[in-house]
């Protein structure tokens, strides 16, 4: 793991950290473990780590070799005002405006290179806060995939979702500002089901979803009681 840029060429390194920037990079920590980036003892050091964390310095190296945003860059992107010094300004783009991109080489950031979620024999879901990349791939198997983005943000006004050909199932629970295109989804003996907009509300992204579903399900909805439940709403 290592950092980008050095506290000398990033005035934000330096930046002390509080409860809420370790806590965040804990949370995203546990869901690279549940996805297999990461094995027992590395997530447990590296929790340790971010709660003994004191700048953004501490931080950035524990996420630098994961598909996630450096906390930093996360940061500057919210307080525009500390690029100075060297720091590149975060961009803004359209509805965007705020956010970070993923970087280039992570996970998501080409067609060739999607960020994936698979299922094989048992459910795999991607929940909570995380910064959604701009090509994502969903292979459910023989089982679900949720991809879950109520609590999600990006940089991109158009996501492209890529369903692999299976027995299972791919669920995708959206805002009520997101708008979800199937258009372009295909079936063989399995279902498609959307009741989310076509188009988005002005500023919100749209998730085109693209591939065959083959004998599965997919399914697109937004927040039910239980999710709601789940996120005190």
């Known amino acids: 793991m290592s950092a980008s840029h050095s506290p000398d060429e990033n005035p934000v390194l330096r930046t002390r950290v509080g409860n809420a920037e370790r806590d965040a990079v804990v949370e ?132 492209s979702l890529d369903v692999t050909s299976s027995w299972g199932t791919t669920l995708v629970v959206v805002p009520e500002d997101w708008g979800v295109n199937v258009d372009g989804l295909k079936k063989t003996w399995g279902s498609i089901r959307s009741k989310v907009a076509v188009e988005p509300r002005p500023g919100s992204p749209l998730i085109r979803v693209t591939g065959n579903v083959g004998w599965g399900t997919f399914s697109a909805r937004h927040a039910n009681w239980w999710d709601r439940q789940r996120l005190g709403r």
Do not use: C
């Not at 003892?41 to 524990?62: C, G, M, N, V, Y």
């Not at 630098?64 to 860059?73: G, N």
């Not at 929940?127 to 109520?150: C, H, I, K, Q």
């Open 28 to 159: 995203q920590l546990h869901e690279a473990a549940a996805e297999g980036r990461l094995e027992l003892e590395e997530l447990t050091e590296r929790i340790e780590s971010a709660l003994q964390a004191k700048t953004f310095a501490d931080l950035d190296p524990l996420v630098a070799d994961l598909p996630i945003v450096p906390p930093s860059q996360a940061y500057a992107a919210r307080n525009p005002g500390l690029a100075q010094g060297g720091f590149p300004p975060a961009p803004s783009y359209g509805a965007a405006a705020g956010h970070v991109p993923v970087p280039a080489q992570a996970a998501g950031s080409s067609p060739d290179n999607p960020f994936e979620l698979s299922a094989g024999m048992e459910d795999t879901r991607r929940r909570g806060r995380w910064t959604v990349p701009a090509y994502l791939r969903s292979d459910p198997s023989m089982a679900t995939v949720e991809w879950n983005f109520l609590e999600a943000s990006t940089p991109h006004s158009v996501i």
